[in-house]
C-alpha cells in the first residue's frame, strides 16, 4: 500500500505538467519539491521560518517562490493555480507547536477551491486536536460541495481510523 505522501503525489501526478501550482503548506519542502519538477512555477507558503531556510538549502529553482505568509493570502502572490496541496498538520522533527489550525484552514481552503483550475489534494492527520477539528469540518465541508461542479475523492485505511488520509478535491 503507498504512503499517503506518496497517494497524494501521485494524485497531484494526474494534472502535472501544468503552468502553475501551489504548496499551501511547505513544511520541509518535500511536496514543493516534488511541485518544481512537473510545474512551470510554484508558489510554496509557510509561517515558519525554518521552514523556508530548510527548504530553500533543497530547493534553488528559479521557478519556486518560497512565501512567509500564512496560505489564507495565498491570493496575494497567485490569482488562479492549476494544483494545489495542503499537508496539513505541524511539520515532524522540528516543531509540535506550530500546525495549521481549523480558522485559516477553512479559510485558505475554500479560497482555494475558487481559485484553482483542476485539483486541490489535502493530506489531513486527525490524531492530534488541532487535526481532528480540521478532520471533522473538512468532512462536512467537502460532502456538501455541489457535484456538478467538483469531484471529491478520499483515500484511507478502514481499519485504522487515527491514520492520516487524503481528499482529493476536482473542478469538473
Ligand atoms: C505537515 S507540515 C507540511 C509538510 C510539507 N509539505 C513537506 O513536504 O515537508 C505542515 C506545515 O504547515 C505550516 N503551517 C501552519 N499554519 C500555516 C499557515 N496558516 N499557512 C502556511 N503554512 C502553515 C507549518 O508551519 C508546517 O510547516
Redesign the pocket.
Known amino acids: 500500500m503507498q504512503s499517503m505522501?506518496d497517494y497524494a503525489h501521485s494524485e497531484l501526478s494526474r494534472y502535472l505538467p501544468c503552468a502553475c501550482a501551489v504548496?499551501?503548506?511547505?513544511?520541509?519542502?518535500?511536496?514543493?519539491?516534488?511541485l518544481s519538477q512537473y510545474a512551470d512555477t510554484v508558489y510554496?507558503?509557510?509561517?515558519?521560518q525554518?521552514?523556508i531556510e530548510l527548504?530553500s538549502r533543497r530547493i534553488n529553482s528559479q521557478n519556486v517562490h518560497l512565501v512567509l505568509?500564512?496560505?489564507?493570502?495565498f491570493d496575494r502572490y497567485v490569482e488562479s493555480f492549476d494544483v494545489g496541496?495542503f499537508?496539513?498538520?505541524?511539520?515532524?522533527g522540528?516543531?509540535h507547536e506550530?500546525?495549521?489550525?481549523l480558522e485559516?484552514?477553512q479559510k485558505?481552503i475554500k479560497k482555494a477551491v475558487e481559485c484553482m483550475r483542476q485539483a486541490i489534494v489535502i493530506?489531513v492527520?486527525i490524531g492530534h486536536a488541532a487535526g481532528a477539528q480540521e478532520g471533522q469540518w473538512l468532512e462536512e465541508y467537502c460532502s456538501s460541495l455541489d457535484s456538478h461542479r467538483f469531484n471529491v475523492s478520499t483515500y484511507r485505511m478502514m481499519n485504522k481510523r487515527q491514520a492520516p488520509y487524503v481528499i482529493t478535491i476536482e473542478k469538473r
Open positions: 505522501v504548496d499551501f503548506t511547505l513544511g520541509q519542502g518535500n511536496d514543493t519539491l516534488f510554496a507558503f509557510d509561517i515558519q525554518k521552514a527548504s505568509d500564512s496560505h489564507v493570502h496541496i499537508n496539513l498538520g505541524y511539520m515532524p522540528i516543531s506550530v500546525t495549521t489550525v485559516t484552514t485558505a493530506v492527520y
